[in-house]
């Protein structure tokens, strides 16, 4: 059974760092992994997206790596912005075509203080 | 372009009372899936359609249950609530079964149940 943890739960930052949240997994046979946000209350948005065959993908000052063979994905936020305060979720979507659905880490709860 | 439209947005039930969930997919999209997030958790995966069949479904009771209808929206029905099943109920699209796209939520239903 996949299982995705998130580390670390939460992170509290002055505005303008450079940070990093890490994503790890059991299972590696994984079709993509995917990065959401969350504001309180809301639904998800998607950041970025890294098929099982890519290393990285980019999108502003946002970059996600993935390391398939050792479990891990990296979000990197560069000059964090009061604006970037969400939960950050990691889910991964398996190799196996008969069973699609993502499993989620619990997220990491990001304040950046202004 | 309309995204993922979920609706009622919340809604308060009482244990054994029924409910059910609506969910318009992202243009384009013919596959939907549900979600359970509790607070403070990851959201985990209920079921998916597509063609209007249950083609996967994850470690829920069969109290919930659900339909996709001909123009691709779907509805999430749960009988007979009970406290635990309080939570923010997810629905997300994309667009084939088998491609490898990203993964589009809605704002969500949160359901309370007294």
């Known amino acids: 059974k996949q299982e995705v943890t998130q580390i670390p739960a939460a992170l509290s930052v002055p505005e303008g760092e450079n940070l990093v949240l890490n994503c790890s997994f059991t299972?590696?046979?994984?079709?993509?992994l995917q990065w959401f946000r969350q504001d309180p209350g809301k639904g998800l948005t998607s950041l970025l997206l890294i098929q099982s065959s890519q290393r990285e993908q980019t999108s502003g000052r946002l970059n996600a790596s993935l390391d398939k063979s050792s479990g891990r994905s990296t979000l990197y936020i560069a000059a964090s912005q009061p604006g970037d305060s969400a939960t950050y979720l990691c889910a991964v979507r398996p190799q196996d075509t008969g069973r699609r659905a993502l499993t989620f880490g619990s997220g990491t709860r990001l304040q950046v203080q202004p | 372009d309309a995204g993922v439209t979920q609706s009622p947005t919340h809604l308060i039930k009482t244990r054994g009372q029924q409910v059910t969930l609506r969910c318009s997919p992202k243009s384009g999209h013919d596959t939907v899936s549900w979600y359970q997030q509790a607070l403070g958790q990851g959201p985990q995966f209920i079921f998916q359609y597509y063609e209007e069949e249950e083609r996967q479904r994850g470690n829920f009771p069969d109290r919930f249950s659900g339909h996709q209808f001909p123009n691709y929206s779907s509805e999430l029905n749960v009988n007979a609530l009970l406290l635990g099943d309080s939570a923010l109920y997810l629905c997300?699209?994309?667009?084939?079964?088998?491609?490898?796209?990203?993964?589009?939520f809605g704002e969500g239903s949160r359901l309370t149940v007294l």
């Open positions: 299972d590696s046979a994984i079709y993509n």
């Open positions: 997300a699209s994309r667009q084939g079964l088998r491609r490898a796209g990203e993964l589009f």
